[in-house]
């Protein structure tokens, strides 16, 4: 009797669709695996952009801010305990302080949440807490600076600045706190940014072990995985590099401004030498001047008289120093600015009676170094003095002009007026009186020349060579 193939060739297709069957099973649970897989590293780069964009955006703008804050306590401690700045500097540099202070916008702790999950450390009870000092801090120096401002400079505005003085040493302990907290935040920010790294690395060992399970037909699905695992490495690595880009060129701008502020340093006490040197100098002026003018007084009646022309000539000093600490140029003054200042506080002081004698001022603005300046400011005192006295007996009312004009290879400065010519300007090449000598003197170590002209009026001129310390 014959065997029927039918139960053998029924065994083979329940073979044959059975492992049609186990096979579509398995691409149906590798196609879920790889479904939920992607899912999952979809969901951890989510994760690391979110957390690298808040730490770019928050984190890291705040420790920047937080820097410059430090470098703004860290000037005004430097200037407070050299002992050699004013009340103003100081004041200004603690001006400058509360104004950075202000700036960084501060991160309420709740935003932490979702960048750090879990807090081991407390971080957001100790950034709440760290915050309210902070707030506190600012409220208090913004306070007490704008008190001490208001106060000036005296005994209230110093008590006011020392008390500020104080609490910008527990302020400034308190940014070392604050600073300590940033670093653990950003220490929590690499260490969850290493676990998404690491989770994400079993992830794809656990896609890569199912994939080893497939042979055949499945071998593309893994070529498929490799190259996904790939490309997610090569997009991590390069935002790793953008991370260490962006801290290198963060770390070169700090390093920037700490060289502009050394610069800064080496610049401000290069200047803080040189007008204790101009001041020595002027000092030294005033000193020869107050002896000439006792040798001069021999009348007790004239005592009042040479203490006026005295203070005349210490006020023409002092406005130098008064133009130089106005001016952003510290080694300059402007000859039209102190020139027409000074002639017209002399004309308004000294015409009599007031507004009979008319000012004309025809001032070239030349850039002259403050010595030579000053010379010339002396000078000029001497003979617009001389020209008020002596050019208009009886209030007569006059015309008084004062110009500097470039001539040739230098510059010419004259004083002249429409009135009586006196003894006094025409001897002032040989006379022996204070202003005379003076005048001669100067004139003489400028290396220029002195002319007097009375044919009509007076008119008193110096020719200035451009070597003697121009600066245009």
Not at 36 to 62: C, P
Not at 90 to 108: F, K, M, T, W
Request: hydrophobic share 40%; net charge negative.
């Amino acid at each position: 009797m014959e065997t029927s193939p039918v139960p053998g060739r029924r065994l083979r297709a329940w073979r044959q669709y059975g492992f049609l069957f186990a096979f579509l099973v398995l691409a149906a649970a590798i196609g879920v695996l790889l479904s939920v897989q992607y899912r999952e590293i979809s969901r951890l780069l989510a994760m690391t952009e979110q957390k690298r964009s808040f730490f770019e955006k928050n984190i890291f703008e705040q420790s920047t801010a937080l820097n410059r804050v430090v470098f703004a306590a860290c000037a005004f401690r430097v200037a407070e305990a050299e002992g050699t700045s004013g009340y103003r500097e100081r004041l200004d540099l603690g001006q400058s302080l509360v104004n950075h202070a202000r700036i960084p916008e501060l991160i309420e702790p709740d935003a932490l949440e979702p960048f750090l999950g879990e807090d081991p450390l407390f971080l957001h009870e100790r950034l709440r807490t760290s915050n309210e000092r902070y707030r506190e801090a600012i409220e208090l120096m913004g306070r007490q600076i704008e008190a001490a401002d208001a106060a000036g400079d005296g005994p209230e505005g110093r008590k006011r600045l020392g008390e500020f003085s104080r609490v910008v040493r527990e302020f400034d302990e308190s940014l070392a706190a604050r600073s300590a907290l940033f670093s653990q935040i950003e220490g929590m920010f690499y260490v969850g940014a290493k676990k998404l790294h690491s989770d994400m690395h079993g992830v794809l060992h656990e896609t890569t072990n199912a994939f080893l399970l497939l042979t055949g037909l499945l071998a593309a699905t893994a070529i498929l995985y490799l190259r996904s695992r790939l490309r997610i490495e090569v997009e991590l690595e390069r935002h790793r590099r953008g991370l260490e880009d962006l801290v290198a060129a963060r770390t070169d701008e700090l390093a920037r401004a700490n060289e502009r502020l050394t610069g800064a340093l080496a610049e401000r006490e290069m200047l803080v030498r040189e007008v204790h040197h101009r001041v020595k100098n002027n000092l030294a002026m005033i000193g020869g001047l107050i002896s000439l003018q006792r040798r001069e007084a021999t009348d007790p009646g004239d005592v009042g008289a040479a203490f006026d022309r005295l203070a005349q000539r210490v006020q023409a000093v002092a406005m130098i120093h008064e133009q130089l600490y106005r001016s952003e140029n510290l080694t300059g003054v402007s000859t039209r600015s102190y020139i027409g200042r000074l002639c017209r506080g002399l004309v308004a002081s000294l015409a009599n009676p007031p507004g009979s004698v008319t000012l004309e001022l025809d001032v070239r603005d030349v850039q002259f170094q403050a010595s030579v300046l000053l010379n010339l400011g002396l000078v000029i005192n001497e003979l617009v003095v001389n020209a008020l006295k002596h050019a208009f007996p009886g209030g007569r009312p006059g015309i008084l002009r004062v110009r500097l004009a470039e001539e040739g290879e230098g510059y010419r400065l004259s004083v002249e007026d429409d009135g009586t010519p006196s003894e006094e300007a025409s001897s002032i090449l040989q006379s022996g009186s204070m202003g005379s000598i003076i005048v001669r003197g100067i004139v003489e170590q400028l290396g220029g020349t002195l002319d007097v002209d009375t044919s009509s009026g007076t008119r008193l001129s110096i020719y200035l060579p451009s070597n003697r310390g121009s600066r245009e």
